[in-house]
């Protein structure tokens, strides 16, 4: 999808097509990574049209080091979803930690926290729980601490500290893009997993970018089951590639056809994506 007019290019974003697999001789399948390099001015556009600060390159390639070379960000065209902050309603089960003497919270900038006098200890406590949180998890994708502190730390802009009995227990890393945040990483101990920090943190980075006059907060791609619980979001949107779409009931359908597509007939049964996505 070319989500931005490609006429006048000087200073647009620069738009890449790798086609990484084309099957033609007995069905219709082509495999297409979307990414761009969207320019200062251009955020706001780019992330109104599904594109997220995010990519699925190795390291090593030519591609990412050629970003890097022009100090540029990699942004790919996803199913990106969103909360319209006005429309968001807190459940209150999820504010519960609030109302503990023990608990609190705060909110600091990459910029305050390099100025911390204790800032490596701050790091290293963010590393540990990170890796608490992907071990709790059982992610097959992780990160070790430098580029943790690289791609998770360092790239980002905002940050809610999560404190119990005066301890870090979790965070939640956003960036600022234009006028919205972007949600980019929530890690916690599950020390006390009935406090329910996740849900609280999306209360939290609503009332951040209220703060801020910001219209929306973008939380990530919605993909397979585990994404469905964004469905029930008050506010939330999803990108199908053409349009906004906020049906719970197609939303949940969407995930699970995600999770039931294995195969390659699978993904050619264009006639039931066209139905879920009304394209």
Not at 206 to 226: A, H, M, Q, T
Request: overall charge negative; aromatic content about 16%.
């Amino acid at each position: 999808t070319l989500s931005i007019s490609d006429t006048n290019l000087e200073n647009k974003m620069k738009i890449f097509y790798d086609h990484v697999i084309s099957k033609q001789a007995d069905t219709d399948f082509n495999y297409t990574l979307i990414s761009a390099w969207v320019y200062s001015g251009e955020e706001d556009e780019a992330l109104a049209t599904g594109w997220l600060p995010t990519y699925f390159y190795t390291n090593d390639c030519e591609f990412v080091n050629e970003s890097e070379a022009n100090n540029k960000q990699i942004w790919c065209q996803l199913r990106s979803t969103r909360i319209e902050c006005e429309k968001f309603r807190a459940k209150s089960k999820h504010l519960k930690a609030l109302k503990l003497n023990n608990f609190s919270y705060k909110y600091i900038t990459i910029d305050d926290l390099n100025l911390q006098s204790n800032k490596d200890q701050i790091k290293d406590r963010l590393y540990y729980l990170y890796d608490k949180y992907v071990t709790h998890k059982n992610y097959k994708d992780i990160l070790d601490k430098e580029n943790f502190l690289k791609y998770v730390i360092d790239d980002s802009s905002h940050f809610i500290l999560f404190y119990l009995n005066d301890e870090i227990v979790a965070c939640t890393a956003m960036q600022q893009f234009g006028s919205a945040l972007v949600s980019g990483l929530f890690f916690w101990d599950y020390s006390d997993p009935q406090l329910s920090l996740g849900n609280l943190s999306n209360h939290l980075e609503v009332e951040l970018c209220k703060r801020f006059n910001f219209k929306y907060l973008y939380i990530g791609v919605y993909s397979e089951i585990p994404s469905q619980y964004k469905s029930y979001i008050k506010g939330v949107q999803v990108w199908t590639g053409r349009k906004w779409m906020s049906n719970k009931r197609q939303l949940i359908d969407i995930a699970k056809s995600d999770s039931h597509s294995n195969t390659l007939e699978d993904f050619v049964d264009y006639n039931k994506f066209q139905k879920l996505l009304e394209f």
